[in-house]
């Protein structure tokens, strides 16, 4: 059976202009509850008196700067609803501006875009209605005021893996809900959103354990948690079979008071059918809306009938997607359905309520008053959350314990038992017992960042954490382990090469290595927010360590390396690291009863200044140095990860 009928085959088969185009060819149906221009005043009449949530968007458009600085469209004065209660999908071909048009609702910008329009939201808390910067372009919108009223799903499922579904509900009901004081009602709202979502037998189960429909409800129910008049959801049903998709749908259409936007991608038949209303996008531009069963009758009116086994949903695109594999230029296509759709009632009636609701919003109380938590108090819920992960990974805590004992001790034998006066090998040990624990800690940060940005983005974008809390929370966690790793591996080390053997010593060599170690976290905290993936932070962090691990003053002395380049070993906080715990070993050390080994020096100030380090140093300016390191990467590591998240 052919896509398009015979008749109307000049108008999408040719490039010559057809005769005459029947105007009802592509109008949308006027069937749906909206058609009657008297239904429609009586409801917005009823509207007023008994508000309801309504999103409304007009003639938003959106552009991108390329590189060659032209510009492209992406959404030509696109303008629609939704009120409280409707699911609405919004399906089109690949490129249809679907995506756009979420991000658009939802404020987010890029600076190769230019927003012009739009977007007004009313929600109803009680009898209070609320409204979010009336008459106001995109690229001035706050943000911050729509988060709280629209909720966004992404279509990938993004959570913390080791947590199970009630603790994180539970993590997310204290970040996002300050206003609910009450133990009891937080509760009662999460075991509601459970029961709503199907979700309560999964409760206990950890979300990494969850199938792809399970995963994407609890991105749902996260959502909920907030109380949002509007979802945002992309892609909805993707990587879902059509039983999942369609329990999926059918919890959404529960939810009775949250107005629900969903991007679709190939809906099944049962699926689309369960839609309030569908909205097609090509180019760009709506090209037609209605109820989803109502257009279907429509293209059968006008020749273009659906067959039994066909999905809807791919036929309607398979039409609205002729005009670019026919004859036809595609641009003059899609202007000429848009142009259709725009004569519509469908479009009027859109009209009329966005223009209704632009008279009445000014006459609104405009309230954006909203509780946050405390700096402290959302650090102390990130801590929490994060060590509860951190325990939940105990196979990489073993693994490292082992690790750390492991190298600790092969090193140690190495240089068993050495003579103090086998200097060669004594500074041998005391270089790669530093290198070793300086590397295991930068590559242990080095990831942080990059393995939850895109948890973290989407918190942050949603206003449920902050930059500060977070960063903190990230780099203090792990502090116990961090702790605990290095002494490990200090006191194997120390007590087998058989270091000089005095509390003293081996406490001031125990902080230096600590030092050292702690700056190295912080070089890979602050290597890992430069870059947004793992990869990109492994192909940075090892040539900077290799740098730093070259000018340490082993390899080659400070004096005889080219004058040039000698201002890169100030630079590596290695350099006093290793002058520290030389010192700490050789200090006042005078050698006696020397043997071949030791021909060339008969006392450790020769040795520190054989290897470039200054004989009338003292510890304390290492000590200063290291730490100074340590901060100072610390707080560039928040500035990046700050600037990162506000571009």
Request: charge should be positive.
């Amino acid at each position: 059976m052919a896509l398009l009928p015979a008749k109307h085959g000049a108008f999408y088969g040719s490039t010559a202009e057809p005769a005459s185009i029947p105007p009802q060819i592509m109008e949308p149906p006027t069937s749906d509850k909206w058609s009657d221009l008297g239904k429609r005043k009586s409801f917005i009449t009823t509207y007023i008196t008994n508000p309801t949530p309504l999103l409304s968007w007009e003639k938003l458009t959106v552009k991108i700067v390329e590189e060659s600085k032209k510009l492209n469209t992406l959404l030509h004065e696109v303008s629609g609803y939704v009120i409280g209660g409707e699911v609405v999908a919004v399906l089109g071909p690949s490129g249809a501006g679907k995506t756009t048009l979420l991000d658009a609702l939802q404020g987010i910008t890029s600076k190769q875009a230019i927003f012009t329009g739009t977007i007004r939201c009313w929600t109803v808390d009680g009898e209070l209605l609320r409204s979010i910067k009336p008459e106001a372009e995109i690229a001035k919108r706050d943000i911050s005021m729509s988060t709280r009223n629209i909720g966004f799903i992404s279509q990938t499922d993004i959570f913390y893996e080791t947590l199970t579904v009630g603790e994180h509900l539970d993590f997310q009901m204290h970040l996002r809900r300050p206003d609910l004081t009450e133990a009891a009602a937080k509760s009662n709202l999460i075991d509601t959103i459970l029961e709503d979502l199907d979700l309560v037998n999964m409760s206990s189960n950890l979300i990494g354990n969850l199938s792809g429909g399970e995963r994407r409800r609890v991105s749902v129910a996260t959502e909920l948690i907030s109380d949002p008049a509007f979802l945002l959801c992309d892609e909805i049903t993707t990587g879902l079979d059509m039983y999942q998709a369609l329990k999926l749908i059918r919890c959404l259409k529960s939810l009775k008071q949250t107005g629900i936007l969903c991007t679709i991608h190939q809906p099944p038949t049962q699926v689309y059918s369960l839609f309030s209303r569908s909205m097609y996008l090509v180019g760009g531009r709506v090209v037609s809306e209605g109820a989803p069963l109502a257009i279907l009758e429509h293209f059968k009116s006008v020749g273009y009938e659906c067959p039994a086994s066909s999905n809807p949903a791919d036929f309607v695109i398979r039409i609205l997607s002729a005009g670019c594999i026919r004859e036809m230029p595609y641009q003059r296509f899609i202007q000429h359905v848009q142009g259709i759709y725009d004569k519509s009632t469908a479009k009027r009636n859109t009209n009329l309520l966005i223009e209704i609701q632009a008279k009445t919003i000014s006459k609104v109380i405009i309230d954006h008053k909203s509780r946050s938590l405390s700096f402290w108090t959302e650090w102390l819920l990130l801590t929490k959350r994060s060590l509860r992960c951190i325990s939940r990974d105990k196979v990489y805590r073993r693994v490292r314990l082992v690790q750390v004992i492991f190298i600790a001790t092969v090193l140690g034998l190495l240089y068993l038992k050495t003579e103090q006066t086998n200097v060669q090998n004594i500074m041998g040990s005391l270089f790669f017992l530093l290198i070793n624990v300086s590397f295991s800690g930068l590559f242990a940060t080095l990831q942080t960042f990059p393995a939850e940005l895109a948890i973290f983005r989407r918190e942050y974008r949603g206003k449920v954490v902050r930059v500060g809390p977070y960063y903190l929370a990230k780099t203090l966690s792990e502090l116990p382990f961090y702790l605990i790793y290095p002494t490990i591996y200090v006191i194997i080390a120390f007590f087998l090469v058989g270091y000089t053997i005095s509390a003293e010593k081996f406490f001031t060599y125990w902080f230096l290595m600590l030092l050292s170690y702690h700056t190295s976290l912080s070089l890979g905290y602050f290597l890992s927010t430069l870059t947004s993936t793992p990869e990109a932070a492994n192909a940075i962090g090892l040539p900077v360590g290799v740098i730093i691990f070259l000018f340490a003053g082993y390899f080659i002395t400070v004096p005889t390396i080219p004058v040039w380049l000698r201002w890169l070993v100030y630079l590596s906080y290695m350099f006093y690291g290793y002058q520290g715990v030389t010192y700490n070993e050789f200090n006042n050390v005078i050698f006696s009863n020397c043997t071949a080994n030791c021909s060339k020096w008969t006392s450790g100030k020769q040795v520190l200044e054989n290897y470039g380090f200054d004989e009338h140093a003292v510890l304390l300016i290492d000590v200063l140095m290291l730490l100074t390191f340590l901060i100072l990467l610390r707080l560039l590591g928040y500035v990046v990860l700050k600037r990162a998240m506000r571009k």
